[in-house]
């Protein structure tokens, strides 16, 4: 039997609690029990779900205080964001069974038979059913929000998706926390045994049982794009490929237009400081690059006015060993590059064993464009000035890159011609664009879009946050001709759901 | 240079035009073509998409006497199918066109903000934006209506995405007639060089080069599991995975209630043979196989019943020598596998030099679940009855199949609790389920799905038919406190376009 424990990043000693490697039989057990709960759950109408999820909610509610300690021994967060993400934990359970009881996720669309066509036309509803069991797998940084509860369970079970969660070993008694609330959750409203289930594992064999178990109909991951693309990959080479929904992080650039850049630059040094610096870094919406239309002295000074306020800070603590080594040798390599200059960072005011101070770099555009180390991800307290010749090469930049989760734009109303142009390159490159404010804070509401092109996500079709997060785990069927008392509700004549749905062309809540 | 030609079914000669098979530097133009024109398309107004497919309906339709000859030249299909053929192309066309004109195919949601909420809630505003570049691959057996301006096109186009296409090798003086109508509606209305370009090629070179040019977004791809399966295995080991929409083809089982097979096997069987046939039986959705509650007297007089309608009519033609050889290779193997009984199909009566008779086997249960090679797709007019020991026992197979774009059940009144449970596990296993009817003949309707788990399709989640096909070339991407000037039109304050919006939950056409 192989166990691991956790690491508190305050004190860099493991946990007293050792916790079992999950082993390929285990995984295969969690599969075919998610496979039998999938059957069980067909049947069962979706108002079940909404009260296992609003029940799942209350019981993490009610296990706050412990909830949150256990969190904090495990990552460094602190009890302030630990609540706040519990509370946003808990609002996304009660949303996604909002959205159930609600009933218009399934896009129903009624067709109506047409027996004057030529050739005549039969009656034709179409909705969307949940795809069958899905793998979880959670980050580092989000023990609770992107946890074994968080919005990928949330949704994956509001769809009618039973879901195996591999839990980060980062922190497994948060995560085993999670998983009982859910189980009692389940059990109390009756959910079948095999709705929810949580592997535990440090190695890679479990994760890769998992990903390959027949049984399993889609994966969801946050984390690294190592390991997204891994996931990616082996799900592609199954016999039978299945989608993940892989969210792997990103640049995140903010681009700051003239005017902006004259009018209020100290703000916007201040601003980005705090968005850098917050959760250490630790956040996939983190801006890693900021291009600034400016002199070199200019550029230089904005840097520097950064690096100022995140030195005035105390160094926040990394999550995890693995994190904590990785982020101060790549910004070793960093110090070897040519043209590149690193403010701040050097002295280590250590306020913890994993803590990392923030670190501001700068360089120009022909440095920038030139060093591929200087485009991917520092995940942490780290960020790059780029120095740009003029408003023009920010939008030439701005069509090179590689896809993000955000990309941000700062400009006042002269600015407006330019900021028009590079809005619409951002489109093609980011899932969100952000106005005169910064990426990180992410706000679940029924609009947000969380993913963007590759590599900011494996399926840049969908979002891992807000209500639409649930259409990841959703397909469409057609029912053809068919009897109404043998159609499921959503697409009964008399709309028994009273629902919205597209009927011949037209939304309505009408019969139909 | 390499060149290649058309074969006519009807006479096994090669045409007499040639077309050169393209290079890697076509295929690489054509995709920097189709880059630069996405790059101007995307600051232009949908309303000249809209335009541009209406007007190549329109010169498809001038062009209707030609375009049927040349298609029923090297294709064989026949006047008849190819006029029907056409005007279902067209339709799509506009169909699309209306689409785009609507507007609400775009999923406008709008949150606004709430200073209130703790944190505070920013302005979010989500809507759908073309992907990018899309590569189509069209089939044999459609040359028209998933030909090169067929569904996908038309479906990729109306999303804003440009489209290369690389033509089936069966037909190309109808893919170049195709492209033709579109390149001159694209010229008629203003759109960019590059929004429409075909690709001719018998050899895989073209289309790897295709899948793997990195300005490529998606593929669309029509054809067989083979075919599909190495696209979407080559597009997911690009250094940036594209999404792979394939339409493989599948077995579209058939179960027979107690209760309908008793009332009325006799009409069920002038279906069956009907659908099979159809087409030569060169359908995706034709049913590959049927399964029958019975004895093993009344399944046996099932299938002859079937096969004696099937060899009354005369043998059609299949597409091109390929298929023509691979059928016939296909069926000598099933004649050596025990328990299998072959109805039909010996006594070739030519009608054509790539003409082939219907083939009805019959088989039990317990053979069809041990022998694999009656669980692929035989295409053409082949089918196979399985007789079953009892109605439970369909219920069973039911559930041990692989996925399939379609599932038909006939089933009378007495049926009904069965027929409610066989739906429910049929819609795990199937993309629309047909009731008391045939799953040939895919009507184009807004609710049409045509899509179906893994080997159905690559991508269960959508649909090659239907209003919702434009999905695909779509992500989701959101603009957080954006200027409303600089708002894309479908998300600005007053809703100048009128459509159908998510505002706070809300739907409705109100400003917001």
């Not at 993490?60 to 993400?85: F, I, P, W």
């Not at 800070?313 to 200059?341: C, D, F, I, S, Y």
């Not at 997060?469 to 109404?484: E, G, H, Y």
Request: include cysteine; hydrophobic fraction near 45%.
């Amino acid at each position: 039997m192989t166990t691991f424990t956790a690491v508190d990043p305050r004190t860099g000693r493991p946990g007293q609690e050792q916790f079992e490697e999950a082993t390929l039989a285990d995984v295969r057990a969690a599969a075919a029990r998610a496979a039998r709960a999938f059957r069980a759950w067909r049947a069962a109408a979706p108002g079940g779900r909404a009260r296992f999820l609003r029940s799942a909610a209350d019981r993490l509610e009610a296990s706050r205080a412990t909830l949150v300690a256990t969190a904090d021994g495990e990552t460094g967060l602190g009890a302030a964001r630990l609540n706040g993400e519990l509370d946003r934990t808990t609002a996304q359970l009660r949303a996604f069974a909002d959205i159930v009881d609600e009933g218009s996720f399934v896009e129903a669309i009624i067709s109506p038979a047409d027996p004057s066509a030529k050739p005549p036309r039969p009656d034709v509803r179409r909705m969307l059913v949940p795809i069958g069991p899905v793998a979880v797998f959670t980050p580092s940084n989000f023990p609770l929000a992107f946890g074994v509860a968080g919005g990928d369970t949330a949704s994956a079970l509001a769809a009618g998706c039973p879901v195996v969660v591999k839990g980060h070993p980062s922190h497994p008694a948060t995560s085993a926390a999670c998983a009982e609330a859910l189980r009692a959750a389940g059990k109390e409203t009756g959910m079948p045994d095999g709705v929810i289930d949580l592997l535990q594992a440090r190695g890679l064999d479990a994760a890769r049982a998992l990903v390959t178990a027949p049984e399993m109909r889609a994966v969801a991951f946050t984390g690294s794009l190592s390991g997204g693309r891994a996931i990616h990959d082996l799900a592609a080479s199954r016999p039978e490929p299945i989608p993940v929904f892989a969210e792997m992080g990103s640049l995140n650039p903010v681009f700051i237009a003239p005017g902006a850049f004259s009018a209020r630059s100290a703000e916007i040094a201040e601003g980005l400081a705090n968005s850098i610096t917050l959760g250490t870094g630790q956040f996939c919406t983190k801006p890693g690059v900021v291009f600034v239309p400016s002199t070199d002295a200019s550029g230089r000074a904005f840097a520097a006015a950064i690096a100022e306020r995140v030195a005035a800070r105390a160094p926040g603590l990394m999550l995890n060993p693995q994190l904590h080594a990785g982020l101060k040798e790549k910004l070793e390599r960093t110090r070897a590059l040519p043209g590149v200059e690193i403010l701040g960072g050097n002295e280590v005011k250590e306020s913890g064993a994993l803590a990392r101070p923030g670190v501001i770099m700068t360089t120009d555009l022909a440095t920038f464009t030139a060093t591929p180390a200087l485009r991917e991800e520092y995940f942490g307290p780290v960020s790059v000035i780029v120095r740009c010749p003029s408003a023009e090469s920010l939008i030439d930049v701005a069509g090179d890159l590689e896809g993000s989760l955000t990309a941000t734009i700062h400009a006042d109303a002269a600015d407006s011609d330019w900021a028009s142009r590079l809005s619409s390159t951002l489109t093609d490159k980011a899932g969100r664009i952000v106005w005169n404010g910064y990426p990180t804070g992410v706000v679940v509401v029924w609009g947000m879009q969380h993913g963007g092109p590759y590599p900011a996500t494996t399926s840049a079709g969908h979002t891992s946050v807000g209500a639409t997060a649930i259409r990841r785990f959703l397909r469409p069927v057609a029912f053809q001709s068919t009897p109404d008392a043998l159609l499921p509700e959503p697409l009964r004549a008399a709309n028994p759901l009273g629902i919205q749905r597209l009927v011949d062309g037209r939304w309505t809540k009408d019969p139909a």
